[in-house]
């Protein structure tokens, strides 16, 4: 299982960016890619996750409103677009695959390496 997160970069409060998750070699029991971030000095938390079959999304309430997670299947390709940054956004960004329909990041098996968001205020 291979995940490749892209797209981060620096950005101005109020700007926005888009996240891509390119995915490959995922098992057929894969049910869930989601976004988690880490700020410095903060734990890892939950984002969005989107199922990769129905497209039944979740977000937690502190992007709910400002980012929209989406699929391609045909590019095996989650994206999260990020609208209405603030500086408190500012983290390493985290694509994984769960086996489960949930938001916890235990049950996250495969990870990718992060990109990094900076939102300058």
């Known amino acids: 299982v291979q995940l490749q997160a892209s797209g981060g970069g620096l950005v101005q409060a109020g700007g926005s960016l888009r996240l891509s998750c390119a995915a490959s070699?995922?098992?057929?029991?894969?049910?869930?890619i989601g976004w988690f971030r880490q700020a410095p000095g903060k734990g890892r938390e939950f984002v969005a996750r989107?199922?990769?079959?129905?497209?039944?999304?979740s977000y937690a309430a502190y992007v709910k409103g400002r980012f929209t997670i989406s699929r391609d299947n045909a590019k095996n390709t989650v994206y999260l677009q990020m609208n209405s940054l603030k500086p408190e956004d500012t983290a390493v960004y985290y694509c994984?695959?769960?086996?489960?329909?949930?938001?916890?990041?235990?049950?996250?098996?495969?990870w990718g390496r992060g990109t990094l968001v900076t939102v300058s205020s």
């Open positions: 989107i199922s990769l079959s129905g497209g039944s999304t």
């Open positions: 994984a695959t769960s086996l489960y329909d949930n938001d916890l990041i235990h049950e996250y098996d495969y």
């Open positions: 070699g995922l098992p057929r029991s894969t049910y869930a």
